[in-house]
């Protein structure tokens, strides 16, 4: 079983090119930890008008997602991004939930 969980982030004006260069570039071990960590599908949508990304993903019911944070590559990771993007002071993506309001299956 699986949630879906959505949330918007905010590039720098400018970056969407090197975003999406890292992305189709992204480590095989942050794509194994993701996968490890109970995250499936997950897509990321850019709104080149306001630069602003959109992201869905699915989590199983026994995800480890709260404890990404914490692991080293994560942290690399987030480093590696933030001159890109929104960040929190520990480089952790600015990140706004989005409520579901409609779907069809």
Sequence with gaps: MTTTHAFRMQLKPGTADAYKARHDAIWPELAELLHHSGIRDYSIFLDEETC???????????????ALPEHPVMRKWWDYMAPLMEVEPDNKPKEWVLKPVFHLA
């Design 52 to 66: 602003a990304l959109f992201a869905v993903l699915k989590l199983t019911d026994d995800n480890a997602r709260d």
